[in-house]
């Protein structure tokens, strides 16, 4: 599973503090991390060269990164469904004796979603294999109207937020709220999401399958302090450019929404309208975030994200000043490293 970057602060207290939290809350996730995670299916009918169903066709899914398979049988009807799948790519193989073997060696599994998978069989002994490159994404049974980002879009869409909250503003009827300020320390952190009319407050937030809605109005953000980058937790940067807490009554009560780094998301989901009681809460956007997991492979990655005035252009509207042009002063790096493998 992904491992949370941890910060580092001149003062030696917090840093001993902040890495033995880190140490606990790493621990405490890697526990109860295979308790909970947002599944998918697959489900089609197998048919013949000439439009009839095949009944009792073998169907096997298997997924390319970590090997686990999964089997089903075609009905009367010729359908087949095969539920619980953790999102991923699969392979998935249909043999029946008499047709040539059936390969779909990419089919992609999204989570809280079903892939529609209709396959052909020609007739023939079944050692021959006809292999389908192409990838369905067809979805004969959701309705919900919304797009579903893998971790390939994720990462390259520019985030001006830096948050995960500004991709869900890349569906019909959503946009993201004003910030609260203009100042050289806004402009990162979650954003308010309004989406097709309902309030900010009406979204459903879910992350590995787990509500995270805030428990103080429903919002993403509170919009107390627009701090760079800790926005929604009221935290202010202090003397000499550190970052000092300003502990509230957001933060106690649940008013933070978690914002992982885009590194670590496996899959983010946005459904804004025609979505069925299992998302019934709330009437506004429903975002469902999923964190990457471990593979077959071991595999991971060391990033950094630098922000500096010497790349800003000094804002139109700063009043002229003797002793001092350009943009505002900004100087953060952000370092990270994510790391996966067997579990």
């Known amino acids: 599973m992904p491992i949370p970057s941890i910060g580092i602060f001149t003062s030696a207290a917090k840093s001993l503090r902040t890495v033995f939290v880190a140490a606990v809350t790493l621990g405490l996730l890697t526990h109860f991390a295979s308790a909970q995670q947002t599944l998918g299916s697959i489900n089609g009918t197998v048919m013949d060269a000439s439009g009839a169903v095949v009944q009792g066709a073998q169907v096997k899914a298997r997924a390319v990164a970590t090997n686990l398979e999964v089997t089903a049988q075609s009905k009367s009807d010729g359908s087949f469904v095969m539920s619980d799948l953790p999102i991923g790519t699969y392979q998935v193989t249909f043999t029946k004796d008499g047709f040539q073997s059936g390969d779909y060696p990419q089919i992609l599994v999204q989570g809280s979603r079903t892939t529609t998978l ?38 390259v869409v520019p985030l001006g937020t830096g948050s995960f909250t500004q991709l869900a503003v890349l569906a019909p009827g959503v946009s993201a709220d004003f910030l609260s300020g203009s100042g050289s320390n806004e402009g990162l952190g979650n954003q308010g999401i309004v989406a097709n009319g309902q309030r900010d407050t009406s979204n459903q937030f879910t992350f590995n399958g787990v509500n995270a809605n805030n428990l103080f109005n429903g919002n993403s953000t509170s919009n107390i302090s627009d ?117």
């Open 227 to 343: 701090s760079r980058f800790t926005l929604n937790t009221g935290e202010i940067f202090g003397v000499g450019g550190q970052v000092q807490t300003n502990s509230s009554v957001f933060d106690t009560i649940g008013q933070a929404l978690p914002t992982p780094p885009v590194e670590t998301i496996q899959e983010v989901h946005v459904a804004t309208s025609m979505y069925d009681a299992s998302m019934g809460s709330a009437s506004g956007a429903h975002i469902e975030t999923t964190t990457k997991s471990g593979t077959n492979s071991l595999h991971g990655q060391l990033y950094e994200y630098d922000q500096n005035n010497a790349f800003d252009a000094a804002p139109t509207f700063l009043a002229p000043n003797p002793f001092f042009s350009g943009a505002p002063p900004l100087h953060r790096n952000v370092f990270g490293v994510t790391l996966g493998g067997p579990s």
């Open 118 to 155: 209709n396959a052909k069989l020609k007739p023939g002994a079944v050692s021959s294999t006809v292999t389908v490159e192409g990838t369905p994404l067809l979805n004969e049974t959701d309705n919900a109207n919304g797009y579903t980002l893998g971790p390939q879009q994720i990462e």
